[in-house]
């Protein structure tokens, strides 16, 4: 649990001093007198790109959404990049015109709902990433708040399979571990009897042992 919470703890410090340094750049733009465009986040894609790519990061992408009509020339924007299958850094490209079939709506998204209404670091998953990397994550994000309010949601993914490597431990025989979230859901499992994806029912688990993770971290709800 230590380790699960410390490696959330990592992305949740990266993605706050992230979401800080936009909302300070957001601010700047308003106390101008100036309703902030696209032009004005231009200087964020590099320090996404430079906190993805520090050493230690334990993200396999990052990025923001704009809160629905906060840019003077975008009712939606989306800067998102993630890694790869050769592990380079990739642009993700998602369709945010209203008016075609394949519109990605994220302001209806359980990650960005999650923080825009609670107003506070939030964790989501595990989900099946459809149209990204087709695989089980689970999404950090945070409020990106400005003198006028919510501007955006800042968010971080990982892959839920990086958490099985805190549950095995080949050094000394232990019982079978499972990693879930507060609905239950798999994140991850040291057994191959309970799948990531799989939701257990409360009478399953009704005698195992438990120890909680996150907390202090994300809304109490949303302990793992």
């Known amino acids: 649990a230590a380790a699960v919470s410390g490696?959330?703890?990592?992305?949740?410090?990266?993605?706050s001093a992230f979401a800080a340094a936009t909302g300070s750049l957001l601010t700047a733009v308003e106390h101008a007198g100036r309703v902030p465009s696209q032009e004005d986040l231009a200087t964020i894609r590099g320090d996404l790109q430079?906190?993805?790519q520090h050493r230690d990061q334990p993200?396999?992408?990052?990025?923001?959404?704009?809160t629905a009509?906060?840019?003077?020339?975008s009712a939606y924007w989306l800067e998102w990049w993630r890694y790869g299958a050769r592990g380079e850094l990739e642009f993700v490209a998602h369709s945010l015109n209203p008016n075609r079939d394949s519109f990605y709506d994220y302001s209806?998204?359980?990650?960005?709902?999650?923080?825009a209404v609670s107003g506070r670091t939030t964790v989501t998953g595990p989900y099946v990433d459809v149209g990204g990397t087709n695989s089980y994550t689970v999404t950090v994000s945070v409020p990106v708040i400005t003198g006028r309010g919510l501007a955006a949601v800042a968010g971080a993914d990982i892959a839920a399979a990086r958490f099985e490597?805190?549950?095995?431990?080949?050094?000394?025989?232990?019982?079978?571990?499972v990693l879930v979230n507060s609905d239950l859901r798999v994140i991850a499992s040291s057994?191959?009897?309970?799948?990531?994806?799989?939701?257990?029912?409360?009478?399953?688990?009704?005698?195992?042992c438990r120890v909680s993770a996150l907390e202090g971290l994300v809304a109490p709800?949303?302990?793992w």
């Open 191 to 208: 057994t191959l009897d309970h799948l990531p994806g799989d939701v257990l029912l409360a009478s399953v688990t009704r005698d195992w």
């Open 59 to 66: 993200m396999d992408g990052m990025g923001m959404a704009t």
């Open 69 to 73: 009509n906060y840019l003077s020339d």
């Open 221 to 223: 709800m949303e302990t």
């Open 165 to 177: 490597r805190f549950l095995v431990n080949s050094g000394r025989s232990i019982r079978p571990v």
């Open 50 to 52: 430079a906190r993805l």
């Open 7 to 15: 490696h959330i703890e990592a992305i949740v410090g990266e993605l």
């Open 108 to 115: 209806s998204r359980r990650w960005y709902v999650s923080a």
